[in-house]
């Protein structure tokens, strides 16, 4: 499958797209409640030709694509849900997609539809995750916990995010993706708990070494960072403790993911420095994203071959530092790649393309660039 076919499919299918994806963005729905745009995306790949399931671990789509051809069965993900209010940079009045998932989503139905019309070419199968509740870090589990990998025999794993690189340019990340959590509770005795549970969050909030951004000064020197060789990021916590009457909460990320242990025995060790202090935490921390480097290094082959050699940059670090995701799941049980789709248009702010600003508006030109992307690299992982 050529990428001159591959890139004339996108022309005819672009409009289209754009149409579509402003149909998703007008329509945010909950983590959960994905009711509407779980029937836009079985309709669309019914359309396309696809065998579709619905109602996959909640409001979950699942789309297989056979070729004609033998080969491999490769996934891709696209996760569909809006952010909540609470979790908008400053807080909103309701859900709105600014996490760019209308984009992810809007692309995969593209990818979906290319390789479609291009059935005869296709080698092996490719199958379709659209996601639900991405942002409550529960989709993913609810896929993989419904059989999906299993059931379609998935060898290998997907998927684009939009990110604050100009539109036209991926962001790969070989041996890096995106911090897990991990959380604890602190619970004080005695008649000066409150003010000994404000000096203790102090205390555990000292242990974080980044901050973050304020501004989008802040947020152009992060995007730096990332790509910079043993920067700020390549070993960093970032940490919250808050106190509340005579309880610590605490919510951290870390790189690499093995400090957890280290962090939690720092944690556990300042809280026990009050008599009677009690400390939990969850069994285990939520993981962190980790890509492997040879899928991340021939993606971006394939991306300097299809779109040209200045479509490519490598983050070097976690990125962002303050963010996960729940596609780590899936990582965590076959390979893949998760990769930044570049949506910043020429002269934008950066906060109109770094998730969850209230201002965040993507250059929707990255919808068929990355449809382009995309559909040339699954043809390319299907072939045995």
């Keep these: 499958m050529g990428n001159g076919a591959v890139d004339a499919e996108v022309a005819r299918l672009e409009g ?17 409640e994905e009711r509407r745009t779980a029937g836009v995306v079985a309709r669309e790949l019914r ?16 789309g297989v694509l056979h070729g004609t051809r033998p080969g491999r069965t490769v996934a891709y993900r696209a996760d569909m849900d809006a952010v909540p209010p609470k979790d908008i940079v400053g807080g909103g009045p309701a859900a709105a997609h600014l996490c760019g998932h209308d984009i992810h989503t809007t692309v995969a ?7 479609a019309r291009l059935r005869r070419h296709l080698s092996g199968t490719v199958v379709f995750l659209f996601q639900p509740a991405e942002e409550s870090l529960s989709g993913a589990r609810a896929l993989i916990e419904a059989g999906v990998l299993e059931r379609t025999r998935v060898e290998e794993i997907h998927a684009l995010h939009c990110g ?10 070989g041996g890096y993706g995106m911090p897990g959590q991990d959380k604890a509770e602190v619970t004080l005795q005695g008649p000066d708990a409150p003010e000994a549970a404000r000096r203790l969050a102090a205390g555990i909030g000292a242990l974080s070494t980044v901050t973050p951004p304020q501004t989008p000064a802040d947020i152009e020197r992060m995007v730096t960072d990332a790509q910079t060789p043993d920067g700020p990021f390549a070993r960093f916590v970032a940490l919250r403790a808050s106190a509340r009457e005579a309880r610590v909460s605490v919510s951290y990320r870390c790189w690499p993911q093995e400090r957890y242990t280290e962090i939690r025995g720092e944690i556990r060790r300042l ?5 009677g202090a009690a400390v939990s935490f969850p069994a285990e921390p939520f993981p962190a994203l980790v890509c492997p480097e040879p899928d991340a290094r021939a993606l971006a082959r394939h991306l300097r071959s299809a779109l040209g050699r200045d479509s490519v940059a490598t983050l070097r670090s976690a990125f962002p530092p303050f963010s996960g995701e729940d ?7 076959v390979p893949g790649t998760y990769t930044f789709l570049g949506v910043r248009a020429p002269g934008a702010p950066v906060t109109t393309s ?21 559909a040339g690299w699954l043809a390319q992982r299907t072939r045995c």
């Design 354 to 374: 770094y998730p969850h600003f209230p201002d965040f508006a993507p250059d929707e030109r990255s919808i068929g660039i990355g449809v382009r992307a995309m």
């Design 271 to 275: 809280a026990m420095s009050y008599a």
């Design 164 to 173: 604050p690189f100009p539109v036209g340019r991926f962001a790969v990340t």
């Design 327 to 333: 596609y780590a799941l899936y990582l965590d049980r």
């Design 16 to 32: 289209g797209l754009i149409e579509l994806r402003r149909d998703i963005h007008r329509h945010p729905e909950l983590p959960g």
């Design 109 to 115: 139905l593209g990818v979906a539809k290319v390789l």
């Design 47 to 62: 359309a396309a030709g696809l065998t579709v399931t619905t109602g996959v671990g909640g409001h979950g789509v699942v």
